[in-house]
Nanobody, 127 residues
Framework: QVQLVESGGGVVPPGGSLRPSCEVS????????RGWSRQAPGKEREFVAV?????????IYADSVKGRFTMSRDDAKNTMYLQKNNRKVEDTAVYYC???????????????????WGPGTQVTVSS
């Protein structure tokens, strides 16, 4: 069983930066997809970004964050990051990291296909 634990959320002013992290442990593989989704109050969970393969460099970003958010990882620490620049009020949400196994390309943007989730970290963009 894989465990994912997010940290690094908080309150940031509009235009500010934040870098939540996701530490991964347990039974996993660098061949699995691993990425981020978010859920704002009263809204459905939405895709943010994903490494097509956790051990690779190919990434997909949602249009709403493209150019502002960047994923990275530190394999020695088994940790994935989501650098968020130029934060907007509409970025306020609980951010979750997730792992999906044996996903086809068309499923990578759909949170419902991801089997493993962390508990989430709250990010609030407010002045």
């Amino acid at each position: 069983q894989v465990q994912l634990v997010e940290s690094g959320g908080g309150v940031v002013p509009p235009g500010g930066s934040l870098r939540p992290s996701c530490e991964v442990s347990g039974q996993t593989s660098y061949n699995y997809a691993r990425g981020w989704s978010r859920q704002a109050p009263g809204k459905e969970r939405e895709f943010v970004a994903v490494f097509r393969r956790a051990g690779g460099t190919s990434t997909i970003y949602a249009d709403s964050v493209k150019g502002r958010f960047t994923m990275s990882r530190d394999d020695a620490k088994n940790t994935m990051y989501l650098q968020k620049n130029n934060r907007k009020v509409e970025d306020t949400a609980v951010y979750y990291c997730a792992e999906g196994r044996n996903l086809i390309t068309s499923s990578l943007r759909d949170p419902s296909y991801y089997a493993y989730w962390g508990p989430g970290t709250q990010v609030t963009v407010s002045s």
